[in-house]
């Protein structure tokens, strides 16, 4: 144990990092529609890579719960590396499908997962105060990994596709081996009998405790606008004539604003309760929608930019908000349905947007995603008032 008291957490950290490089993140959308591929197939494309946590992040969840989280880890970096090669294939939708859908499950197979074993680590050494902290750190340092190697991706496209699409595959695989490495804190087996059991427990506690299901709900549907905000940000900077790498270098540079909202997470949350810091960082998100889909260019730069900077302050608050009311044994499973959510609202969320936008602009589509942000709010709000009173 380092002499700072905390685990050591120096591999969990390396295949943060590695499993963060995203070299695809910022040209997937003009990789597609460069192979032929309209705005709403993209879209049907984006719906097949959420239907893969729809189907997979339960079971993964568990698995991760029931045989370990390392084991979840690594074959999601084998499963990314496999959904890359397969898209550098694509000349299609129907080849697009089947690669998107990889993609989800490599996502699937992490998203519960790696936030478990950072908790356990940090409750084995009895740090688990210090989650927000050094989670918020964690995903500052990812979020910079992502921005530039988005940059870089979208300079190396410019080249040619195929190079960045083929380093992701190999950076997946590495990703893998160094999970494989991960040496997980003990946890109570006996909790672990099959994968069956640890879904049925998780889905109990859930609803034994209803603010904690509804508060699920709202992540997932905060999540959702947050996601199309950024991935049609491709499409609507490139109509505004932006070059490609231009464009990789504004979403690469957002992720460095979005690292120094998480690096300060837990020094300005402090100040004001979580539900005072959800209502302004939605409101925040909506403005983002709203500025992006004006199409003025200093205006969307502007409110995108502050935006991004609070989902940064804002996930390492709510990823300890969440964490606190659950157990070692069912972690994973939990967060993981936390996904699932996300995912079953992104499926069809994507092409929506996408077809709304292509008959009635951006501004229409940005302005519903906004609004569908105050209600799912207003709606929180509304049923956590209720259940304090009662």
């Not at 695809?24 to 879209?43: C, K, P, Y």
């Not at 997946?172 to 997980?184: K, P």
Request: proline share 3%; hydrophobic share 55%.
């Amino acid at each position: 144990m380092p002499a700072s008291g905390l685990p050591d957490l120096r591999r969990y950290t390396a295949y943060r990092l590695v499993s963060n490089i995203g070299l695809t993140n910022a040209i997937w959308v003009i990789f597609l529609h460069e192979r032929g591929l309209s705005l709403g197939q993209i879209g049907l494309a984006e719906a097949a890579f959420h239907l893969a946590p729809v189907t997979l992040e339960l079971p993964t969840g568990s698995l991760a719960d029931t045989f370990g989280r390392k084991w979840s880890l690594a074959l999601g970096g084998i499963m990314s590396a496999l959904a890359a090669l397969l898209m550098l294939a694509v000349d299609d939708i129907w080849l697009a499908l089947p690669a998107m859908y990889l993609s989800g499950a490599a996502m699937t197979f992490a998203s519960g997962a790696q936030e478990a074993f950072l908790y356990d680590s940090l409750a084995a050494g009895d740090s688990s105060d210090r989650f927000t902290d050094l989670f918020g750190k964690l995903l500052s340092v990812s979020f910079l990994v992502i921005g530039v190697t988005a940059w870089l991706g979208a300079s190396l496209a410019e080249i040619d596709f195929i190079i960045p699409y083929a380093l992701a595959a190999g950076f997946g695989l590495l990703t893998a081996w160094i999970a494989l490495g991960l040496r997980e804190p003990d946890r109570d087996h006996l909790a672990h009998r099959n994968m069956r059991r640890t879904i049925a427990e998780s889905i109990q506690i859930v609803h034994r405790q209803p603010g904690l299901a509804w508060l699920l709900g709202f992540t997932a549907l905060y999540w959702t606008g947050v996601t199309l905000i950024e991935l049609y940000a491709q499409a609507v900077l490139s109509e505004m004539g932006l070059t490609t790498s231009l464009v990789g270098l504004i979403i690469g540079g957002s992720f460095a604003v979005v690292a120094a909202g998480a690096w300060l997470a837990d020094r300005v949350t402090r100040r004001g309760s979580f539900h005072a810091w959800t209502i302004g960082l939605t409101l925040l998100t909506a403005a983002g929608a709203i500025g992006l889909g004006s199409k003025i260019l200093f205006l969307a730069l502007v409110l995108y930019v502050v935006f991004e900077f609070g989902t940064g302050l804002y996930e390492p608050l709510l990823a300890a908000r969440v964490n606190r009311d659950l157990g070692p044994a069912q972690r994973a499973t939990i967060l993981s349905l936390q996904g699932f959510l996300f995912s079953l609202t992104m499926i069809w969320a994507f092409p929506l947007v996408g077809w709304i936008a292509g008959r009635a602009g951006w501004l229409v589509a940005f302005s519903l995603v906004g609004g569908g942000l105050v209600a799912a709010l207003a709606t929180w709000l509304l049923v956590e008032g209720r259940g304090a009173r009662s």
